[in-house]
C-alpha cells in the first residue's frame, strides 16, 4: 500500500522554552492511504494543532509530516479540510458555496458544477443547491462543507470536530452518512474528536492522546464489520473498544467515574 501521512518527531511549542506552552511532545505517526483514522483526546492535548501541522497550516517546532511520500513545507493543496462550524457566504448559494473552493483554486467553476451538485445530492442536499446558508438547519450547512471540501476531489480528507456543535439525532445520521461516503471513495480520513463513541464506530483505527502535551497513549485497531449501522453499538467489539478508551481517560484522571 501506499504511503498515507507520516507524522516523525513531531513537537509543537508555541511561545518560548521558558514560558510557551508544548502542546505536542515527539510525536510518531503512520497512516496509511485510505485508512480511516480518528483522533480522540481531551481538550488541549494538541488535537486540532496535529491537524493544522499535517495541512501545513501551522508549522512544527521539531520534526517532520509527508503526506503521500512528499514532505510538508506549506498549505497542502492536495486535501480536503471541514471544521466545526460550516463558515458558509451567505451571499452566495449552497453550490456556490461548495464551488468556492474550486473558484479560490483559479479553476474553472462551471466545469467542477456537475461535480457539486453530485456531491450535493448525496448528501441530501439536491433540493437545496440554489438555497441560501440561512434557510438550511446546522446539519444540513455542515453536509454542504463536507461536500466543499470534497468537490475537487482529493485523495486525503481531514475533519477537526466536523460533528460537534449538531444535536445528537443529527450527528448519529451524519456519522453514517459519512461512512458511506468514504466507503465509497476510500479516501484517506484524518477524523478529530472528543466523542469516544463516534472514534469507534468511524475508523479503522484509533489514535488515543495524552493529555498536554499531546503524545499517543494508545492505538486500537476496531475489529467492526461494514458499514456500522445502528446495531454496531450493540456488539462486544464496539463496548470492548470504547471501555478500552473510558479506561485510559480514568486512569489519566481526564474521565471522573462519580465515586466518593
Known sequence: MNAGIGIHGVRKLF????????????LDLEIKQGEFVSVVGPSGCGK???LRIIAGLTPATEGSVSVFGKPVR?????????????????????????????DMRGLDAN????????????VGLGDFADKRPYELSGGMKQRAAIARALVHEPPLLMMDEPF??????TREQMRLDLERIWLATKKTVLFITHSIDE??????RVIVMSPRPGRVETILTIDLPRPRGFAARESAAFNEATRA????????????????
Open 15 to 26: 511561545g518560548s522554552e521558558q514560558g510557551g506552552t508544548l502542546a505536542i511532545e515527539k
Open 48 to 50: 486540532s494543532t496535529l
Open 74 to 102: 506549506g498549505p497542502l493543496t492536495e486535501c480536503g479540510i471541514v471544521f466545526q462550524q460550516p463558515i458558509l457566504l451567505e451571499w452566495r448559494t449552497i453550490v456556490e458555496n461548495v464551488l468556492f473552493n474550486i
Open 111 to 122: 466545469a467542477y458544477r456537475p461535480r457539486a451538485l453530485e456531491l450535493l445530492a448525496s
Open 164 to 169: 460537534g456543535a449538531l444535536d445528537a439525532l
Open 199 to 204: 472514534a469507534v464506530l468511524l475508523s479503522d
Open 245 to 260: 478508551i473510558t479506561n485510559i481517560f480514568l486512569d489519566r484522571g481526564v474521565l471522573h467515574n462519580g465515586a466518593a
